[in-house]
């Protein structure tokens, strides 16, 4: 009778932990004031109104293009949700009918009060306001690697440098000045100070512009004279400067024609460091990417005009990651990028550009790296990755060489860490073959030191392996079942690895939560379940395999735990520790 | 992640210069508006660079001249418009 209690009793854990996972489609269904009602396409008009005229109902076209698609509309109003059930059966039924759904209104997204944001086409190419929406670059330091930014009232012997107006309420952490050796990285050319605006520009401050991470931090690094020219060590220096500093992302909007082995191996720490580096392609107009954007910890960004196509100065090649807004004034002043800055080699003044160039491109996409970070992604391949996977894909010819993975989205790349879109579907064996190869080795290792098969009987035999399985790999098979609806959702989360659950339910890709990949788990199973007969061979099993899974996890695999400090050494011990005490409870836990 | 071919790949064939030889090349300056702005020189021969130092008077948009300087390989610049080449003299030539 108490083994019963207890099988109840995990059987409401297990739908406890599907539930979330089944989403909240239906939430909101009776705020929709309208029904949407689709035809098969091409269904002429008079059909339609046949539909109409037999149900009571006023359907109009949802607008000029909605004819050849047959998509119309109606009002629910004055219909009981019972009338409404009833009505929506009988046009589901009709043969003409594809579908009918709820027309939800849609909230208009947020869009800043600067003056001159309706300027700026290019935040609107990337879905800014989309973005905005979930994500300002909080906590996040970009260093801006340039001709310095004009972010500070102070004076010295080559001139009066001053903070521009639209920077005002931007944060800014300790730069350095490598051209004058000194903390003053102030801007005397003007290309950084409009980098960095573009970046983190004071928005929704009533004045001037936007910037794409304006809740981050800048962090201020000249290299570059006023001029606009610099060397190759200085370039180097600034990028471990900004390694060491706290920086999470670095702007490059500079390049040459020659690989540096200085800056490669600058980058290559920083990338170890956790940074991820966003360098323009270069101006040339030509195939051929300059460097260090060619370099492949770098993410290397093209530049386009407000119509979406490569403009004709950005160079491209196989090495562009990503192409960004980065202006086209042939066309016209107004395409290019429009950020606040000081006069060309006049630090003196302030005003409004419109500049163009893969420099302009490149803060775009360091501003949407900082916004990803910001959502907790910590690893740069992950944020390269997710830039990459929501980029708008051209179908252009040669389109890779020209844009990379496509035109750079804000809000996607935001919208990436949403579970309930980008989950990916559970596939069968071939991801987890090493967990479950894990498990079953590691199950041989525990029967062989204890010299002995305890599982005798059915019920404990069967109980063992299904906790062992769904630790280590996931109840897999489950997969082979065509579910849908509600049992679909639990089935589909048993088919998961349980410390894998931690991603759906804690909507987090880039790292492992600590707490579910740990000997937390194991230790209250086997604390609750122990003294039974049937089910302590469960939890048996489950710590064994949560043992194995956190092994593949600890050796076989990168990823980081989350609030674990410091790199990737101590996540590994927290892993491996948490393995070997799992092991270590269920050998004890196994005794007869 | 990783990428594929060498830098420049695809450009018209470069020459590089050892970094102290003078080099005499002959061209057209051209003048690039990025917002601060990059001076291009295009050779006879169709090569690309970006111009630096030298006297001021060279740079005007459009003019011809023999230009004699080095290429800076320890450079990098914000206009990012190619191989760096740092004038010495100049001549300018009738266009």
Known sequence: MRYNLYVIAGCLVGLLLSLPLTGMAQEGADTAEEVVVNFKDHLPPEEIEKIAHKYGIHLAYNSVFSKPEALTRFSKSGLSPEELQRLLQALAAEGTVEYTEPNYLYQAYWVPNDPLYDKQWHMRQIDMPGAWEKANGKGVIVAVIDTGIAYEEYQDRKGVYHRVQDLANTQFVEGYDFIDDDTHPNDDNGHGTHVAGTIAQSTNNGIGVAGVA?????????????????????????????????????????????????????????????????????????????????????????????????????????????????????????????????????????????????????????GTAALVISLGVKNPDEVEKILKATARVSAEKNGNEKYGAGLLNAAAAVSFLRPDIFAPPPTLLPGRLKYLLAGLLLAWLYFRLRREFPLTRKLPRLLFWLGLLWASSGLFFVDLFPLSGILGHSAGSLARAFPDLDYPLWGRISDLNPLFHSALFPVLLLVTLLSTKSMSRFALGFTLGLASHLLVDTFLSSVSVAYIPGDFILDKLWLLGNALFSFWLAYLAGKP | ??????????????????????????????????????????????????????????YRDGIRAVVTGRIREDLMSAANLGPILEVDTFKQEEN
Request: with cysteine.
């Open chain 1, 214 to 366: 304006y809740g981050a931090q800048l962090m201020p690094l000249k290299v570059l004279n006023r001029f606009g020219i610099g060397n190759l060590a200085d370039i180097a220096e600034a990028i471990t400067y900004a390694a060491d500093h706290g920086a999470q992302v670095i702007n490059l909007s500079l390049g040459g024609f020659f690989p540096s082995k200085t800056i490669r191996e600058a980058m290559a720490y920083a990338h170890r460091k956790g940074v991820t580096l966003v360098c323009a392609a270069g101006n040339s107009g030509r195939r051929g990417v300059s460097y260090p954007a060619s370099d492949p910890h770098c993410i290397g960004v093209s530049a386009v005009g407000p119509d979406g196509t490569l403009a004709p100065y950005s160079s491209y090649g196989p090495q562009i990651d990503l192409a960004a807004p980065g202006g086209d004034t042939s066309k016209g002043v107004m395409n290019g990028v429009l950020q606040n800055t000081i006069g060309f080699m006049d630090p003196g003044t302030d005003r409004y550009e419109y500049f163009q160039g893969t420099s302009m491109a490149a803060p775009h996409v360091a």
């Open chain 2, 1 to 58: 992640m990783r990428k594929k071919g060498r830098v420049g790949a695809g450009t018209k064939a470069f020459r590089p210069s050892p970094l102290l030889f003078k080099m005499t090349l002959r061209g057209i300056v051209k003048l690039h508006q990025f917002g601060p702005r990059g001076w291009e020189f295009i050779t006879e021969d169709g090569d690309h660079y970006e111009l630096i130092g030298g006297d001021p008077g060279l």
